[in-house]
């Protein structure tokens, strides 16, 4: 059974920093893309960054600069951390991992900024 267990969330004031991490169960390697997506109320989930097993990652223009994607493949762990954090970072953020054309999802962690 594969899955990814979402950690590190909670309130954190503007312009503070918060690192949330995914756990997979397993070799984090299985997966060919491990990504975080936010959900904010009323809104849709969307990409926020994604690394690739090769290690190539990719950014929401909205969080370039502030906030990096990376792994610890060694505890099957990828992280993000977010940095200058803004009220419309305000959010639920979900793990997704991409494995054998399969989906993977986390129960999601609430990243709250706010002052």
């Known amino acids: 059974q594969v899955q990814l267990v979402e950690s590190g969330g909670g309130l954190v004031q503007p312009g503070g920093s918060l690192r949330v991490s995914c756990a997979a169960s397993?070799?984090?390697?299985?997966?060919?893309?491990v990504g975080w997506y936010r959900q904010a109320p009323g809104k849709e989930r969307g990409l926020v960054a994604r690394i690739t097993s090769a290690g190539t990652t990719n950014y929401a223009d909205s969080v370039k600069g502030r906030f990096t994607i990376s792994r610890d493949s060694a505890k099957n762990t990828v992280y993000l951390q977010m940095n200058n954090l803004k009220p419309e970072d305000t959010a639920v953020y979900y793990c997704h991992g991409l494995s054998a054309g399969m989906n993977y999802w986390g129960k999601g962690t609430l990243v709250t900024v706010s002052s």
């Open positions: 397993g070799n984090i390697f299985r997966f060919n893309a």
